[in-house]
């Protein structure tokens, strides 16, 4: 097309301009993939560590016992099929005191909950068996318990010592003797210093629960559509006791925060769009009039004032691509850096880079765009040129 091939004319005549041009987009559209990604990244990771780390959504029993006896029928036979659900493990729970370590009484009776699990399973959810947080051995025998590392430093317990519990610190009541065979850090201390896992039988034994468990806990693909799942499980359970909860009805606090990430993330994107967008529209109509000696003798060899107009579209669409292609190169680079460089005590980023295709390719469009519609000004300017005025001033 012969108006694209004079842009790219236009473009190459002048090599050190167009580089500084398409740098200039390229530095805004860098800022908007860093800052996006980094801000995509800081949610992600954020819901990850709250969230991702429990279940999503959580089913237990307002009946007087607190327990759920058909949970084999609704976990096995209502829920299973449930589009987006990942895991469903049911756990058997008790608050406890422990009362003595290896026989020995202890002054202070220490308040706990003890958690029973399929424990292979639950790891899929708890992650307590992580290597890096874990040490010592896995329980495998029923009475063998893991506990948070906060309790171990506050009760001094070592691996293979016995602690005594009982329901409360009633004297009358029996007492159970547990062994602590392991020790693990979910990395939130009340949790590290509240609960004692074990085998589910283990808890059903000892609290007489029978088959009976005391919740169902449900871990979903999306976490985000925790509330949607939470609403078509309570459709197909036939149970007025069974209570349903989800983690977006109990971190109101947390999804505000994640809003005014996204909505100050956005805000940001825009006013570079806008810069950039104001930055090539003035490089260009600058560039009318540097080129005005050549479009007026454009139209006396019958250019039309259409053709004219897109010379100059075309140079913003060229100089769109070069800057966005180089912008999300530069903004990834500039995250991948950040991650490297930017670490926790433990090594870790602290924050972690997501690349999303999809946005990536959002702000690829964007810049395209944003390079077109600024170019939409000198395009008009370079209409209203009179061949008669630009042969006179020479």
Do not use: C, H
Request: glycine share 10%; net charge negative.
């Amino acid at each position: 097309m012969f108006a694209f091939k004079i842009a790219r004319r236009f473009l190459t005549s002048n090599k050190s301009q167009t580089f500084f041009i398409i740098l200039g987009i390229a530095i805004g559209v860098s800022v908007q993939v860093f800052v996006g990604s980094l801000i995509q990244g800081l949610q992600v990771g954020l819901v990850n560590r709250t969230v991702g780390a429990q279940p999503q959504i959580v089913i237990t029993s307002e009946a007087e016992n607190g327990l759920i006896s058909d949970w084999e029928t609704i976990s096995q036979t209502s829920i299973q099929n449930i589009d987006g659900i990942n895991r469903i493990i049911t756990a058997v729970d008790s608050g406890a005191f422990i009362m003595g370590i290896n026989s020995e009484s202890i002054e202070e009776p220490t308040p706990i909950l003890l958690r029973g699990f399929d424990l292979e399973s639950a790891d899929g959810i708890y992650n307590y068996y992580d290597k890096t947080n874990f040490a010592g051995n896995k329980p495998t025998k029923d009475n063998e318990v893991i506990i948070g590392i906060n309790l171990q430093e506050n009760l001094g317990i070592e691996q293979g010592q016995n602690i005594t519990i009982q329901e409360n610190p009633n004297p009358i009541l029996d007492k159970f003797n547990l062994t602590v065979v392991g020790f693990f850090d979910l990395g939130v201390a009340s949790l590290n210093e509240l609960w004692i896992i074990t085998q589910n039988t283990t808890v059903s034994q000892i609290f007489g629960y029978g088959n009976n468990v005391t919740s169902i806990n449900i871990q979903i693909e999306d976490f985000f559509e925790a509330d949607i799942i939470a609403d078509e499980i309570d459709g197909l359970i036939d149970n007025s006791d069974i209570i349903i909860s989800n983690w977006k009805a109990e971190n109101q606090q947390l999804l505000d925060g994640l809003n005014g990430q996204t909505a100050s993330s956005i805000m940001i994107q825009v006013f570079v769009i806008v810069s950039v967008v104001i930055g090539i529209g003035s490089v260009l109509a600058i560039t009318v009039l540097q080129k005005s000696k050549q479009i007026g003798i454009l139209k006396a060899m019958g250019v039309t004032d259409g053709t004219a107009a897109l010379i100059f579209l075309f140079e913003g669409l060229l100089l769109g691509i070069g800057g966005a292609i180089l912008g999300v190169s530069l903004g990834l680079g500039l995250g991948f850096a950040f991650t490297t460089f930017a670490l926790d005590s433990t090594g870790k980023p602290i924050i972690d880079l997501v690349i999303d295709p999809k946005f990536m390719i959002l702000s690829t469009f964007i810049a395209i765009i944003a390079s077109m519609v600024s170019a939409l000004i000198p395009a008009k300017k370079s209409t209203s040129l009179s061949i008669i005025e630009v042969i006179r001033n020479g």
